[in-house]
Nanobody
Framework: QVQLVESGGGLVQPGGSLRLSCAASGSIFSIMGWYRQAAGKQRELVAY???????AYADSVKGRFTISRDNAKNTVYLRLNSLKPDDTAVYYC?????????WGQGTQVTVSS
């Protein structure tokens, strides 16, 4: 079974940037997604990317976040620019649609001055 490990989170000031990584223990899935869950809220889809590189984004992050993948490295990335306090959440990767067995620990992103 593939394991997904997220990394790259941290504390950043509003307007700052981060790059998150999702490393898979095996081949990544045809469609991969990044999700996030803020405290007290449901987990939501942030973006997904197909094996061919087609991507889609939630309206709240469109124009600020960029998803990419490196199939040779079995890794998916999420570039976060122009971060806002509302982007504070634990970020997870998973296939899209998500499969319960593949949720990892996530990586915390905190946007605060």
């Amino acid at each position: 079974q593939v394991q997904l490990v997220e990394s790259g989170g941290g504390l950043v000031q509003p307007g700052g940037s981060l790059r998150l990584s999702c490393a898979a223990s095996g081949s990544i899935f045809s469609i991969m997604g990044w999700y996030r869950q803020a405290a007290g809220k449901q987990r939501e889809l942030v973006a997904y990317i197909t094996s061919g590189g087609t991507s889609a984004y939630a309206d709240s992050v469109k124009g600020r976040f960029t998803i990419s993948r490196d199939n040779a490295k079995n890794t998916v990335y999420l570039r976060l620019n122009s971060l806002k306090p509302d982007d504070t959440a634990v970020y997870y990767c998973n296939r899209y649609p998500p499969y319960s067995d593949y949720w990892g620990q996530g990586t915390q992103v905190t946007v605060s001055s």
